[in-house]
């Protein structure tokens, strides 16, 4: 069993940023995968970036060049790096884990883009 706890979440004016963390109950390079995902009103969860136990990230067309994840092992926590905001960011962002054969979320953080 993982949990994850999100934090970091809030309200930004477009171009504003934010750093998202999700702390992990087990070592984040025990996990196959790491990744952040995000669920907008009437929309499907949708893949923002991820992470693999080697290092490797990969990222939405929509947000390559404004968004950053990264980890800390020493404190099992994922990051996700926003900046550059906009008004079509807003959302619940969800910190997923892969780990063995299972898939484990956080409860959600809300993001919302506004002026």
């Known amino acids: 069993q993982v949990q994850l706890v999100e934090s970091g979440g809030g309200l930004v004016q477009p171009g504003g940023s934010l750093r998202l963390s999700c702390a992990a109950s087990r070592r984040v390079l025990s996990m196959n995968a790491m990744g952040w995902y995000r669920q907008a009103p009437g929309n499907p969860r949708e893949l923002v970036a991820s992470?693999?136990?080697?290092?490797?990230?990969d990222y939405a067309d929509s947000v390559k060049g404004r968004f950053t994840i990264s980890r800390d092992n020493a404190k099992n926590t994922v990051y996700l790096q926003m900046n550059s905001l906009k008004p079509e960011d807003t959302a619940v962002y969800y910190c997923?884990?892969?780990?063995?054969?299972?898939?484990?979320w956080g409860q959600g953080t809300q993001v919302t883009v506004s002026s």
């Open positions: 992470i693999t136990r080697g290092g490797s990230s």
């Open positions: 997923n884990a892969r780990f063995s054969i299972n898939e484990f």
